[in-house]
């Protein structure tokens, strides 16, 4: 087993990684476990995959209970409870992205998903990947996009902020990047990890964390990709994470989809209806973003950008999405968004590019 964990995590990570609770370094400890030489939590280690969550570590030194904690400030503090009601509720978005912190639903969702979705490599899935090796100069699908602007990773620490079951992290490999990757998902790691092996890659480490608070040092990556994970999480905390763990010029980019707007809602009714098609089904706290979602990224890096895509090209649903008809789609976007930029308002999916 401790070949299998040094399999999935290098020794050189490993000095690059720590502990998500108190941040101390990391060591592997009776071919199971990677232990924190800090406050000695013991992450374990499942199917060859270590899990770097806080709240499935075992601690030495189980914290007291709320109520008991409660109890004793009452004790020290009797006017607590009334000062404490004094205190304004918090806004209902805050409410909203801290609940998104709370991933045990998302878990056990992508878990089953992933379990059911693994499977090998297709002939098909090489047209992806040979779009993701060698995109367009003048890419118009947001997919494409994305992999123009990681540009050439070759050799370079790139991590995937929610692997899921490994498409993109199998692509960035294609590229030539050193990869690393993670998700809160453990069959979603085990489905990466098989993938990269499969198509005969080595990596850096995949292990399950929480995007709100990961397991590596600062400064450790060149790149952080993402594709489509932000919507179900904290954007604000998780952009401040990324920052933290970027190096100094290291970017991180990635898409999203965009809440939808009353115009653009209906139009999708009606095109599913017409089609005989049911909506994607959504998790607990997945919702679209808004453009300004994304504010916290422009005040925390140098520069960067974001794009908008997705007008009338919906390609996602198309047997072919890089066919005669879809790529018609994509040129009536371009050509309309040029001319009409009021039109991006009603755009469904954005590609952010930032610069630390």
């Not at 108190?22 to 800090?38: D, E, T, Y």
Request: with cysteine; aromatic share 10%; proline share 6%.
């Amino acid at each position: 087993m401790a070949n299998a964990v040094r399999g999935m995590i290098s020794p050189k990570l490993l000095d690059a990684m720590e502990c998500p609770a108190c941040k101390g370094p990391l060591r592997i400890v009776s071919n199971q476990w990677l232990v924190c030489s800090g406050c000695e939590r013991r992450y374990p280690v499942r199917q060859g995959i270590p899990i770097l969550l806080v709240s499935e570590a075992e601690n030495p030194q189980p914290p007291q209970s709320e109520a008991s904690i409660n109890s004793a400030s009452r004790e020290k503090h009797p006017s607590a409870s009334h000062e404490r009601s004094a205190v304004p509720a918090p806004s209902p978005d805050l409410d909203v992205q801290s609940a998104k912190e709370d991933i045990s639903s998302e878990t056990k969702h992508f878990d089953e998903y992933y379990r059911k979705t693994r499977k090998p490599m297709s002939p098909s899935d090489m047209l992806w990947i040979q779009k993701a090796t060698n995109p367009s100069s003048r890419p118009l699908d947001y997919w494409e996009f994305v992999f123009y602007l990681v540009g050439d990773v070759k050799e370079k620490k790139v991590l995937e902020l929610g692997c899921g079951g490994g498409w993109m992290s199998r692509a960035l490999a294609f590229k030539g990047a050193s990869m690393s990757a993670f998700d809160i998902s453990l069959e979603g790691c085990v489905s990466t990890r098989e993938k990269l092996i499969d198509a005969g890659f080595q990596f850096d480490s995949i292990a399950v964390m929480d995007a709100h608070s990961t397991a590596f040092r600062d400064s450790s990556f060149d790149v952080v990709f993402m594709a489509g994970v932000l919507h179900h999480l904290n954007g604000a905390k998780v952009a401040r994470e990324i920052h933290r763990i970027l190096k100094p010029g290291g970017r991180v980019v990635g898409y999203e989809p965009l809440k939808y707007g009353p115009v653009m809602w209906a139009l999708k009714q009606v095109w599913l209806k017409l089609h005989g098609l049911k909506d994607y089904e959504t998790t607990e706290h997945e919702e679209g973003l808004s453009v300004s979602d994304l504010d916290v990224f422009k005040q925390l890096f140098t520069g960067g950008f974001t794009r908008r895509f997705n007008f009338v090209a919906k390609t996602n649903r198309l047997r072919n999405r890089f066919g005669p008809l879809a790529n018609s789609l994509r040129w009536i976007d371009y050509i309309l968004l040029s001319t009409f930029p009021f039109l991006r308002r009603y755009c469904t999916t954005v590609v952010l590019c930032f610069e630390k």
